[in-house]
């Protein structure tokens, strides 16, 4: 088999889909009996696509990505406790809060973005009473 005549074949297989939904549109010239060849059939696809216009509205459409912050487990502990210090309003919180505000500069994030994504990444310590490690303890004999 020729090698251009497989690629057209393996293409059409690959994107029937496509080109069934492309050949009951509108566009496909009625009675052409050359489109019944792979070759032409992606001929005629290819034209066809790059015809379409793309409306004005999504012309002018540019595409941002948001910053966003990757923490490991052990920096996203650390960085949790100065945050907590931050919002605690005890004596050093003005230091912690600026701290976070350099943190999340260097990152390109806000200081509420990346205490999201620190409470994404950081697990949830619970303080355990007495007498919760007493229970354990003495259940543990």
Not at 2 to 17: K, Q, T
Request: aromatic fraction near 4%.
């Amino acid at each position: 088999m020729n090698v251009a005549l497989r690629s057209d074949a393996m293409w059409l297989v690959e994107n029937w889909n496509v080109v069934f939904a492309a050949l009951s549109c509108a566009s496909y010239p009625a009675g052409n009996t050359e489109l019944t060849q792979p070759k032409h059939l992606r001929q005629w696809y290819r034209e066809v696509k790059s015809s379409i216009a793309i409306p004005e509205s999504l012309a002018d459409l540019t595409i941002t990505e948001k910053p966003s912050v990757t923490l490991d487990q052990r920096s996203a502990e650390k960085l949790a406790k100065v945050i907590n210090r931050a919002n605690s309003g005890d004596e050093g919180s003005e230091t912690a809060e600026r701290h976070v505000e350099s943190i999340a500069k260097k990152h390109g994030v806000s200081s509420e973005e990346l205490s999201e994504s620190v409470a994404n990444t950081a697990p949830v310590r619970h303080c355990a009473s007495p007498c919760d490690i007493r229970g354990a303890v003495i259940g543990g004999l």
